[in-house]
T-cell receptor, first 111, second 116 residues
Framework: DQQVKQNSPSLSVQEGRISILNCDYT??????FLWYKKYPAEGPTFLIS?????DKNEDGRFTVFLNKSAKHLSLHIVPSQPGDSAVYFC??????????FGTGTSLTVIP | DAGVIQSPRHEVTEMGQEVTLRCKPI?????LFWYRQTMMRGLELLIY????????DSGMPEDRFSAKMPNASFSTLKIQPSEPRDSAVYFC??????????????FGAGSRLTVL
């Protein structure tokens, strides 16, 4: 059973607007959450992370929000750029060394 | 550092053949992971090693799959015999610390396997 779920397989956004990618998890013991970005024919690359003791982490145009009571996290990209077009994976961990990934959301930023 | 190195990048084989995928982790990383990417299940953990020792192989789908890590700089994932449903992209990853000191996986470019 999927412990991490990304219910939107795809998302299209106009350049300059906000992209919001969502992720839900089931295990309340998860204490660390990450977002990865993947371009075609490449491996996923780390984008941003957040610890369960925080509810927000920001890095440039990327912000991750964590709502522990809802077991939900989201990634905001503002402003969106065409180069952000990729598949985004959400991941969660409860041991620090075992990571559970979602199925990914394909983001297309339209110029 | 060259990052996590995987080979081959692409493999096309026929059902019943043996397939061996290879991985060289980043030097100094203690953990190595094998993942499989499919449309239905996303990135699925198959097995991971710590200091060359397999820790959790519960994600290995069947006995046809096996993985080894004979030393700190090399790991293999073997499928014997291969079946069409094994067609997927297989990723190797090793761990690193991000700026906050938390563990972050660094992935290789993947090996795309097609079993006809």
């Amino acid at each position: 059973d999927q412990q991490v779920k990304q219910n939107s397989p795809s998302l299209s956004v106009q350049e300059g607007r906000i992209s919001i990618l969502n992720c839900d998890y089931t295990n309340s013991m998860f204490d660390y959450f990450l977002w990865y970005k993947k371009y075609p024919a490449e491996g996923p690359t780390f984008l941003i992370s957040i610890s369960s003791i925080k509810d927000k982490n920001e890095d440039g145009r990327f912000t991750v929000f964590l709502n522990k009571s809802a077991k939900h996290l989201s990634l905001h990209i503002v402003p969106s750029q065409p180069g952000d077009s990729a598949v985004y994976f959400c991941a969660s961990s409860n041991t620090g060394n075992q990571f559970y990934f979602g199925t990914g959301t394909s983001l297309t930023v339209i110029p | 550092d060259a990052g996590v190195i995987q080979s081959p990048r692409h493999e096309v084989t026929e059902m019943g053949q043996e397939v061996t995928l290879r991985c060289k982790p980043i030097s100094g990383h203690d953990y190595l992971f094998w993942y499989r990417q499919t449309m239905m299940r996303g990135l699925e953990l198959l097995i991971y090693f710590n200091n060359n020792v397999p820790i959790d192989d519960s994600g290995m789908p069947e006995d046809r799959f096996s993985a080894k890590m004979p030393n700190a700089s090399f790991s293999t994932l073997k499928i014997q015999p291969s079946e069409p449903r094994d067609s997927a992209v297989y990723f190797c990853a090793s761990n690193a610390m991000d700026r906050s000191g938390a563990n972050v996986l660094t992935f290789g470019a993947g090996s795309r396997l097609t079993v006809l």
